[in-house]
């Protein structure tokens, strides 16, 4: 089974500084990755995907994340946060040949002037 | 391109009630399409998807039913609504390319309040 874990429900970073959010995922096949963002009332947007390519994946809006497999972990980071960053953050594994997405529990961001 | 439009935005419904939401798909052929639930506090639910016309899997047990009538149709129901059912219903779809999955791509959503 598959399974994501979003270290921290909310996180709190002021305008310019780094955006990290944590994400450590457990797959017992090698697994596709991604990320999305939720702006409130709004459907969820894909930031990013890894696919098994290149290990550091860069996304729309200056995100971007790095796949290390020794730590089961797909951490997004962004240099400098933005005022328009906040919003609800998603981590989600799937299969390499599921059709299914196993979504964390999600991450909101704000983001202080 | 590929647009994915869900309706209504929102809805109001008193408990007992029948339930009908739509979500159709356009620029893409045989997708797989999901419905999800957003309930306050609980993330993102999987209830239903389908790999292809008159193929639903469901993932949770619960007085919803889920259709899909035409390949890029999918249609979430309730014959009567309980409280519990509030929620942001998402719609979302995506492809299979040779065997291997693609990303989701989501609706903009149906708020939907149960009173």
């Known amino acids: 089974a598959q399974s994501v874990t979003q270290l921290g429900s909310h996180v709190s970073v002021s305008e310019g500084a780094l955006v990290l959010l944590r994400c450590n995922y457990s797959s017992s096949v090698p697994p596709y990755l991604f990320w999305y963002v939720q702006y409130p009332n709004q459907g969820l947007q894909l930031l990013l995907k890894?696919?098994?390519?290149?290990?550091l994946v860069k996304g729309i809006n200056g995100f971007e994340a790095e796949f290390k497999k020794s730590e089961t972990s797909f951490h997004l980071t962004k240099p400098s946060a933005h005022m328009s960053d906040a919003a609800e953050y998603f981590c989600a594994v799937s299969k390499i040949y599921g059709n299914k997405l196993v979504f964390g529990a999600g991450t909101i961001l704000r983001v202080k002037s | 391109s590929q647009t994915i439009h869900q309706w209504p935005a929102t809805l109001v419904q008193p408990v007992g009630s029948p339930l009908s939401l739509e979500c159709t798909v356009e620029g893409t052929s045989n997708p797989n399409l999901y419905w999800y639930r957003q309930a306050a506090g609980r993330g993102l639910q999987l209830l239903f998807y389908s790999v292809g016309i008159g193929q639903i899997s469901s993932e949770v047990p619960q007085n919803l039913s889920a259709s899909r009538p035409q390949d890029r149709q999918f249609i979430l129901s309730s014959k009567k609504l309980l409280l519990s059912d509030s929620g942001f219903y998402l719609c979302?779809?995506?492809?299979?390319?040779?065997?291997?999955?693609?990303?989701?791509?989501f609706g903009p959503g149906t708020r939907l309040t149960v009173l």
């Open positions: 890894y696919t098994s390519a290149a290990t």
């Open positions: 979302a779809w995506s492809i299979t390319t040779g065997g291997y999955y693609n990303e989701q791509f």
